[in-house]
């Protein structure tokens, strides 16, 4: 199952633009999702001119069967890690900017003052861009998560990442209904949600259903669905390859049962056009790096 079909071809890296983020990010002892997660979309967003942020280092206290992020004991956190995010989003321009984490279960609060201080300080830095965070479950406390949300992201998102019965398998450490209450308790404070699915993991076509009947309504705004690929032959095999067709059918259920957005296909990841999803949401036309 592991030769891709002709659909899942990405783009090389390479370019001035790829050249620039690349740069960036080394000389900002910055890391990044796009490359610990090994991202297939890396080349196409690097080469126009954007990446995920990921603060709090790029070890994870958690083991999750699918990711390729390394695993283990973090070190100490970097109070001057915002400012430098900061500069990187003033740097490449970003009108919408994407930032995510490790899980740090080390941390009493998850790293969620952190958290706050690198919002706050790329709205300082950055005051006419976007903030999306894609963040961990903070092990269901919520006073972890509120003081996320008091320092006012945009976009809060968090992802499923798969249907009820695998989360176990897939991700382990997590739990679907303290996801699901993630998603509830920032959409009850009035924020624009999001969350992410993977197919082709072993999931059932009943249970993406039901998946979606349960994001659905007052909990999630914008969904990205999206082929699971196997970073190394260490993880989870991938059971079926989705089709182009398949995933234009879930989009079209998704909207159907009211999600505002819903971003569906073979190369889609949670930060994968980021930017068009939120201008579709909200009406308001961004661009992912200013002229």
């Given amino acids: 199952m592991d030769r891709k079909p002709p659909w899942l071809r990405a783009k090389i890296p390479g370019g001035p633009g790829y050249l620039k983020v690349r740069n960036l990010v080394k000389d900002n002892r910055l890391h990044t999702v796009c490359e610990s997660a090994h991202c297939p979309n890396l080349g196409e967003c690097w080469s126009r001119g954007t990446a995920t942020i990921m603060i709090l280092g790029e070890t994870c206290t958690r083991s999750c069967r699918f990711c390729a992020i390394a695993t283990g004991k973090p070190g100490e956190v970097d109070w001057a890690e915002p400012a430098r995010v900061a500069d990187a989003v003033r740097i490449m321009g970003l009108q919408h900017a994407v930032i995510t984490s490790v899980a740090r279960d080390d941390l009493p609060d998850g790293g969620a003052e952190i958290w706050a201080q690198t919002i706050r300080a790329v709205r300082n830095v950055n005051p ?150 939120s201008a579709k949401y909200t009406g308001i036309e961004v661009a992912s790096a200013k002229s």
């Fill in 128 to 277: 006419e861009t976007h903030i999306e965070v894609l963040i961990p479950d903070f092990k269901g406390r919520e006073e972890s998560l509120n003081t996320v949300l008091e320092a006012e992201p945009d976009i809060l998102n968090h992802n499923m990442e798969t249907v009820r019965r695998l989360q176990k398998p897939v991700r382990v450490q997590a739990q679907y209904e303290r996801s699901l209450e993630v998603l509830t308790r920032a959409k009850a404070k009035g924020f624009v949600t999001k969350t992410g699915l993977m197919l082709g993991i072993g999931e059932r076509e009943e249970e993406i259903e039901e998946t979606l009947v349960d994001l659905a309504g007052e909990k999630v705004d914008i969904l990205t669905l999206g082929q699971y690929l196997r970073p190394t032959p260490k993880h989870l095999p991938i059971e079926r390859w989705v089709t182009p067709g398949e995933f234009a059918r879930w989009k079209e259920k998704a909207l159907a049962l009211g999600f505002g957005v819903c971003e569906s296909g073979p190369l889609v990841r949670s930060s994968y056009h980021a930017e068009e999803q």
